[in-house]
């Protein structure tokens, strides 16, 4: 069962809201119901990576998109980041 608005974590969750919408201004996560798993994504990346050249390209080209355009990040992330959490797990 999922909690949409558990009175233990509204205050923590209404926070990243804050912070996500004001890195990535203007961008739609209505469509996103996990959106807020990308604040995992913004102080730190994923400690797992197989190739760290792999890693560091990956890394580039999504700092060149956020720079670009932060709400193409913001739909990559929102639209991969099922896969991006299973990919870390392992």
Do not use: V
Request: aromatic share 12%.
């Amino acid at each position: 069962m999922l909690i949409r608005n558990n009175p233990a974590t509204a205050q923590l969750h209404e926070e990243w809201r804050e912070r996500l919408f004001k890195e990535f201004p203007g961008t739609d996560f209505s469509k996103c119901m996990d959106y807020l798993s990308l604040i995992n994504y913004l102080d730190q990346s994923p400690q797992k990576y197989y190739s760290k050249e792999a890693y560091a390209q990956y890394l580039n080209e999504l700092e060149r998109i956020k720079r670009i355009d932060p709400k193409i990040l913001a739909a990559i992330l929102s639209d991969t980041e099922s896969l991006l959490s299973i990919a870390n797990k392992f």
